[in-house]
């Protein structure tokens, strides 16, 4: 199976929250990220989160991370169109070369 | 702007052939990886340099090839394409190993066909 999974789609309503959900399999992982993917640009970091820490919050943005389950998530609080783009989950485990998911396409609906 | 500069943005070529994809890395940052992306693999990890020296590698044909030059912008060498190897070729550079929370910088990629 793949090292991190993820759905490959999500479509909410323009000022609902959205949750977007990542397992991953190497316990190891120091950093665990959250990129996003903008139509024909390249990927940019949009937070991450320490193995030690539970939850991390950025304005809208909230990180919850289980490490029994090896579960990551992703909450965008009040979505806007601006959201859609493609997210993607990373580990690095004890190699620090980010293995991604396939990414979860995010699609605001006004 | 990433800061990473990839050429060229789009390549159309045929099977059998060989390009070469540039990257030149943020300033500053010695490490440079390349990741394929397409639609049934996901973003898959090729190869990574450090500082001219190869560090790691991932899936990586043995069809492709890299190196990372002494000003430190790298380049991809794909021979003997199959049309299999149509894909966005990202490449991504960071400050190297144990560099603060190791977030890569992505340029925004090379799209190459095969025809």
């Known amino acids: 199976g793949e090292d991190v999974e993820q759905s490959l789609f999500l479509s909410v309503r323009e000022g609902d929250s959205s949750v977007i959900n990542c397992t991953y399999t190497?316990?190891?992982?120091?950093?665990l990220y959250w990129y996003k993917q903008e139509p024909g640009a390249g990927l940019q970091l949009l937070t991450y989160?320490?193995?030690?820490?539970d939850m991390k919050q950025d304005q809208r943005l909230t990180v919850l991370l289980n490490k029994k389950d090896k579960h990551l998530s992703l909450r965008i609080a009040d979505t806007q169109t601006g959201d859609s783009a493609i997210y993607f989950c990373?580990?690095?485990?004890?190699?620090?070369?980010?293995?991604f998911g396939r990414g979860t396409s995010l699609i605001v609906h006004p | 702007d990433s800061g990473v500069t990839q050429t060229p943005k789009h390549l159309i070529t045929a099977t059998g052939q060989r390009v070469t994809l540039r990257c030149s890395p943020r300033?500053?940052?010695?490490?440079v990886y390349w990741y394929q992306q397409s639609l049934d693999q996901g973003l898959q990890f090729l190869i990574q340099?450090?500082?001219?020296?190869?560090?790691a590698k991932g899936n990586i044909l043995e069809r492709f090839s890299a190196q990372q030059f002494p000003d430190l912008h790298s380049e991809l060498n794909l021979s003997s394409l199959e049309l299999g190897d149509s894909a966005l070729y990202f490449c991504?550079?960071?400050?190297?190993?144990?560099?603060?929370?190791?977030?890569?910088?992505f340029g925004e990629g090379s799209r190459l066909t095969v025809l």
């Open positions: 991504a550079s960071s400050g190297g190993e144990g560099s603060g929370t190791g977030e890569l910088f």
């Open positions: 990373a580990e690095t485990g004890g190699s620090y070369i980010p293995t």
């Open positions: 340099y450090y500082n001219g020296e190869e560090r």
């Open positions: 989160i320490f193995s030690n820490m």
């Open positions: 300033s500053g940052d010695l490490s």
């Open positions: 190497d316990s190891s992982s120091t950093y």
